[in-house]
T-cell receptor
Framework: NAGVTQTPKFQVLKTGQSMTLQCAQD?????MSWYRQDPGMGLRLIHY???????DQGEVPNGYNVSRSTTEDFPLRLLSAAPSQTSVYFC???????????FGQGTRLTVV | EDQVTQSPEALRLQEGESSSLNCSYT??????LFWYRQDPGKGPEFLFT???AGEEKEKERLKATLTKKESFLHITAPKPEDSATYLC?????????????FGQGTTLQVKP
């Protein structure tokens, strides 16, 4: 099992550009989430999904879109990148009967 | 409002000097308290889940405990390899959605 795989690991965008952060898990987990991590702010929930076709907003959803067409994949789309979206992004998955969430290695995004 | 707060923000210890990290929480209907370890440039890695006041769990030099208002991560005779950021988190919401609220983390540095 690879667990949770995120790509790319690093990305630099110009203000106004769009991009998609990829997240895939091979554990057949129902729940998937996206977090951003900023210094002094901890991990904050952006969007989450409880299963294929079902997504909802977290604490800081503005400027981001998600979709969940399969159990395995949960991409995060930045519609028009802004410097405030410079952060480290983590994808996580968790099984319905499980306890802990498993995290990917993160994507470090810089918007200039 | 649901909240998870960790203290101290940073902790420097000499090798072998035991100490404790604190995680206080105000989460309605707590359904578990999680501890994670995060190394620089990596995603959080699961350590423990605690469900009820009085529960304790141990792993090597780490022991996590839970009361009705807070959790402690006790580190006994730490080694330099214990240096990391330690995060606590709690599930959010009344249903099992996989959403987590995190504290800001405690960055531990253990000097040889």
């Amino acid at each position: 099992n690879a667990g949770v795989t995120q790509t790319p690991k690093f990305q630099v965008l110009k203000t106004g550009q769009s991009m998609t952060l990829q997240c895939a898990q091979d554990m057949n987990h129902e729940y998937m989430s996206w977090y951003r991590q900023d210094p002094g702010m901890g991990l904050r929930l952006i969007h989450y999904s409880v299963g294929a076709g079902i997504t909802d907003q977290g604490e800081v959803p503005n400027g981001y879109n998600v979709s969940r067409s399969t159990t395995e994949d949960f991409p995060l789309r930045l519609l028009s990148a802004a410097p405030s979206q410079t952060s480290v992004y983590f994808c996580a998955s968790r099984g319905y009967r499980g306890t802990e969430a498993f995290f990917g290695q993160g994507t470090r995004l810089t918007v200039v | 409002e649901d909240q998870v707060t960790q203290s101290p923000e940073a902790l420097r210890l000499q090798e072998g000097e035991s100490s404790s990290l604190n995680c206080s929480y105000t989460v309605s209907g707590l359904r578990g308290l999680f501890w994670y370890r995060q190394d620089p440039g990596k995603g959080p890695e699961f350590l423990f889940t605690l469900y009820s006041a009085g529960e304790e769990k141990e792993k090597e030099r780490l022991k996590a405990t839970l009361t009705k208002k807070e959790s402690f991560l006790h580190i006994t005779a730490p080694k330099p390899e214990d240096s990391a950021t330690y995060l606590c988190a709690a599930p959010l919401g009344s249903s099992n959605t996989g959403k987590l609220i995190f504290g800001q983390g405690t960055t531990l540095q253990v000097k040889p």
